[in-house]
C-alpha cells in the first residue's frame, strides 16, 4: 500500500532524538521509521540520540549514520539515559559543524534536542520539530506533592512552547495532539502527520485466512512501555473480571518498571495462569503476538498517537482503546473496536467480553473494519508528508533541482 512519492534530490538530513533503538517506545520507533525510510529514498540521514552504553560512538544502522552522545542513566526512570548539558552541547556542535544538514528535525526539546534548536538556528539551520511529549509521561516518576507537581506541569508547558515556537515548522502525530499543544498556549501553526508504519510489512497478518474468533483461548494484546501511565494493570484487573468459562488471556509486551508488580498483581487476582508478560520480545515474536490475539487494547491516558495500536489495526484486529488525548482517533466505536472510560475497569471488563462472545462472522466485520482505519497511516504517505516540508523550510524548488 505505497504512495507514489514524488522523487526528490538527496539531502542530508539531521534527526536529534532523546530516544532511539534499543529502546522500545513510540517516540524511538518513530525516529528509527523516519530515519530508515528517508536513507532508503535516497537522502543521507544521520540520528544523534543518548548512548545506551554512556559513551559516544558512530555506527551505521539500516542505512542511517547514528552518532550516539555521552550519556547517563536516569535514575529516575528505569530503562533512560541522558545527555549532560555541558557534554551535548559541544559534541552537537561539533556534528553539526562538521555534517552542515540541509535540514535539522528534532524530536524533543529536552537536553539533546534543546541544543539542535539553538545551534541549528544559530548557524542558519532549518529546523523542523516534532512534539512526542506529555507531562503526563513524566509525573509518575517524580515524587513530590500534588501543588508542585502541578506548578511544574505548567513550567514544562511553558519551556515546551518557547523551544517548539523557535522552530521553522512544527509537527505533532494527530490533530487531537495539535489541539492540546493549542489549548496550552501555543500560537504557531502546527500540522498533524501522522508517524505511519510500513503496512507492507502487516500485509501478511491482514490476510491470514484464520479469524481472530478462532483462537483458542481468546487473548488480548498489549504492547508498549511497561510504566505506570500506560495502565497495563488495567488489562490484568480486567481479566480478572470476565466470566472464568471464557477463558480470557493476555499477552503483555514491554519492558519498564512494571514487569514484576503485573505479574505480582496476576497472582493477587488468582489469574497467575492467564497472564504472560513477556518482556521485551524480538520483533519475529511481535509479530506472532499480534497474529496471536484476538483483540489489542492500549489503556494509556497519554498517547499522541500509538504506533502499537497502529500495528495492531494493520493486523487486522479489533481494538479496545482508552478513550483519553489522541486515541480515539484510531476507533470508531463499535465499528473497529470500542473505547472505554480510562482507568473504568468494570467498563473495560465488558469490552472485553463483548469482543470474546461475538460471532465470528461480525469478530470478522469488526477486524476487517480496523484496516480501512489504518490506510491512511502507511509510513509512504508520512514520508512524502515530511519530504515536502524540508523542501519547504529549505527553500527548494523542486522542481528545478530535480530537472
Given at each position: 500500500?505505497?504512495?507514489?512519492?514524488?522523487?526528490?534530490?538527496?539531502?542530508?538530513?539531521?534527526?536529534?532524538?532523546?530516544?532511539?533503538?534499543?529502546?522500545?517506545?513510540?517516540?524511538?520507533?518513530?525516529?528509527?521509521?523516519?530515519?530508515?525510510?528517508?536513507?532508503?529514498?535516497?537522502?543521507?540521514?544521520?540520528?544523534?540520540?543518548?548512548?545506551?552504553?554512556?559513551?559516544?560512538?558512530?555506527?551505521?544502522?539500516?542505512?542511517?549514520?547514528?552518532?550516539?552522545?555521552?550519556?547517563?542513566?536516569?535514575?529516575?526512570?528505569?530503562?533512560?539515559?541522558?545527555?549532560?548539558p555541558w557534554e551535548t552541547k559541544p559534541e552537537l556542535s561539533r556534528l553539526l559543524d562538521s555534517l552542515q544538514p540541509d535540514v535539522v528535525h528534532t524530536q524533543a526539546h529536552f537536553v539533546i534536542g534543546?541544543?539542535?534548536?539553538?545551534?541549528?538556528?544559530?548557524?542558519?539551520?532549518?529546523?523542523?520539530?516534532?512534539?512526542?511529549?506529555?507531562?503526563?509521561?513524566?509525573?509518575?516518576?517524580?515524587?513530590?506533592?500534588?501543588?508542585?507537581?502541578?506548578?511544574?506541569?505548567?513550567?514544562?508547558?511553558?519551556?515546551?512552547?518557547?523551544?517548539?515556537?523557535?522552530?521553522?515548522?512544527?509537527?505533532?502525530?494527530?490533530?487531537l495532539a495539535a489541539d492540546l499543544l493549542t489549548q496550552n498556549g501555543f500560537t504557531s501553526p502546527i500540522r498533524a502527520v501522522s508517524c505511519g508504519i510500513d503496512l507492507d510489512r502487516f500485509a501478511h497478518?491482514?490476510?491470514?485466512?484464520?479469524?481472530?474468533?478462532?483462537?483458542?483461548?481468546?487473548?488480548?494484546?498489549?504492547?508498549?512501555?511497561?510504566?505506570?501511565?500506560?495502565?497495563?494493570?488495567?488489562?490484568?484487573?480486567?481479566?480478572?473480571?470476565?466470566?472464568?468459562?471464557?477463558?480470557?488471556?493476555a499477552d503483555i509486551v514491554g519492558g519498564g518498571d512494571q514487569e514484576e508488580p503485573l505479574k505480582e498483581l496476576a497472582e493477587k487476582l488468582g489469574i497467575a495462569d492467564r497472564i504472560h508478560v513477556l518482556?521485551?520480545?524480538?520483533?519475529?515474536?511481535?509479530?506472532?503476538?499480534?497474529?496471536?490475539?484476538?483483540?489489542?487494547?492500549?489503556?494509556?491516558?497519554?498517547?499522541?498517537?500509538?504506533?502499537?495500536?497502529?500495528?495492531?489495526?494493520?493486523?487486522?484486529?479489533?481494538?479496545?482503546?482508552?478513550?483519553?488525548?489522541?486515541?480515539?482517533?484510531?476507533?470508531?466505536?463499535?465499528?473497529?473496536?470500542?473505547?472505554?472510560?480510562?482507568?473504568?475497569?468494570?467498563?473495560?471488563?465488558?469490552?472485553?467480553?463483548?469482543?470474546?462472545?461475538?460471532?465470528?462472522?461480525?469478530?470478522?466485520?469488526?477486524?476487517?473494519?480496523?484496516?480501512?482505519?489504518?490506510?491512511?497511516?502507511?509510513?509512504?504517505?508520512?514520508?512524502?508528508?515530511?519530504?515536502?516540508?524540508?523542501?519547504?523550510?529549505?527553500?527548494?524548488?523542486?522542481?528545478?533541482?530535480?530537472?
Open positions: 500500500m505505497l504512495s507514489a512519492h514524488r522523487h526528490t534530490p538527496p539531502r542530508r538530513i539531521l534527526i536529534p532524538t532523546e530516544t532511539y533503538a534499543p529502546e522500545v517506545n513510540g517516540a524511538a520507533k518513530f525516529a528509527e521509521r523516519l530515519a530508515a525510510g528517508l536513507a532508503a529514498r535516497g537522502n543521507e540521514v544521520h540520528v544523534a540520540c543518548p548512548s545506551a552504553t554512556g559513551k559516544a560512538s558512530v555506527s551505521t544502522e539500516d542505512g542511517v549514520t547514528v552518532h550516539r552522545l555521552t550519556a547517563h542513566r536516569w535514575p529516575l526512570h528505569p530503562t533512560w539515559t541522558i545527555c549532560m534543546r541544543y539542535a534548536f539553538s545551534e541549528s538556528i544559530r548557524r542558519g539551520i532549518p529546523v523542523v520539530a516534532t512534539n512526542h511529549f506529555m507531562p503526563d509521561n513524566v509525573r509518575p516518576y517524580i515524587k513530590a506533592p500534588k501543588s508542585l507537581l502541578d506548578g511544574g506541569t505548567a513550567m514544562a508547558w511553558w519551556d515546551l512552547r518557547r523551544k517548539f515556537q523557535s522552530a521553522d515548522f512544527i509537527t505533532v502525530p494527530t490533530q497478518l491482514s490476510e491470514v485466512e484464520n479469524s481472530p474468533a478462532e483462537a483458542t483461548p481468546p487473548r488480548v494484546l498489549f504492547v508498549g512501555r511497561l510504566s505506570a501511565e500506560k495502565h497495563a494493570a488495567d488489562i490484568v484487573e480486567a481479566v480478572a473480571k470476565t466470566d472464568p468459562a471464557i477463558g480470557l488471556e518482556g521485551k520480545i524480538s520483533d519475529k515474536q511481535l509479530m506472532e503476538a499480534y497474529q496471536r490475539c484476538t483483540f489489542f487494547c492500549m489503556p494509556s491516558t497519554a498517547e499522541l498517537q500509538s504506533i502499537a495500536t497502529l500495528e495492531a489495526l494493520a493486523s487486522r484486529k479489533p481494538v479496545v482503546l482508552a478513550d483519553a488525548v489522541a486515541l480515539p482517533h484510531l476507533v470508531r466505536d463499535g465499528v473497529n473496536g470500542y473505547l472505554f472510560p480510562p482507568r473504568d475497569i468494570d467498563v473495560l471488563a465488558d469490552r472485553f467480553t463483548s469482543i470474546c462472545t461475538m460471532t465470528e462472522a461480525a469478530l470478522d466485520t469488526m477486524s476487517q473494519a480496523s484496516l480501512d482505519v489504518v490506510a491512511k497511516h502507511d509510513i509512504e504517505y508520512t514520508l512524502d508528508t515530511f519530504e515536502s516540508i524540508y523542501a519547504e523550510v529549505i527553500g527548494d524548488d523542486l522542481d528545478s533541482r530535480a530537472a
